[in-house]
Nanobody
Framework: QVQLVESGGGLAQAGGSLRLSCAAS????????MGWFRQAPGKEREFVAS????????DYADSVKGRFTISRDNAKNTVTLQMNSLKPEDTAVYYC???????????????WGQGTQVTVSS
């Protein structure tokens, strides 16, 4: 498993941008596909985006497609979520997670960070 730590959350206005980072520890980071999930109060954790171990393939939830971009740097053991054109409904705790295979189901992921709060004001 890898240990994951998110950073970069905060407060933004609608239409603004935030950049989330996830730092991974462990030499096996590059074998994991990585995902970002979010959870709003009273709601189930939902898939946001994922990226393959090589960075060649990405996947996005329809709600963020065209606004968010996921990327990774295996040399630095980091994965990033660039969030543009933010909306109040993007408000949630955002988590990065690691998986050996591919899935949009949060319960299939092996390792999780502690989460970082993103709040978007209207």
């Amino acid at each position: 498993q890898v240990q994951l730590v998110e950073s970069g959350g905060g407060l933004a206005q609608a239409g603004g941008s935030l950049r989330l980072s996830c730092a991974a520890s462990g030499r096996t980071f590059s074998v994991y596909n990585m995902g970002w999930f979010r959870q709003a109060p009273g709601k189930e954790r939902e898939f946001v985006a994922s990226i393959s171990w090589s960075g060649a393939s990405t996947d996005y939830a329809d709600s963020v497609k065209g606004r968010f971009t996921i990327s990774r740097d295996n040399a630095k053991n980091t994965v990033t979520l660039q969030m543009n054109s933010l909306k109040p409904e993007d408000t949630a705790v955002y988590y990065c997670a690691a998986i050996r295979g591919y899935s949009r189901d949060y319960f299939r992921y092996d390792s999780w960070g502690q989460g970082t709060q993103v709040t978007v004001s209207s």
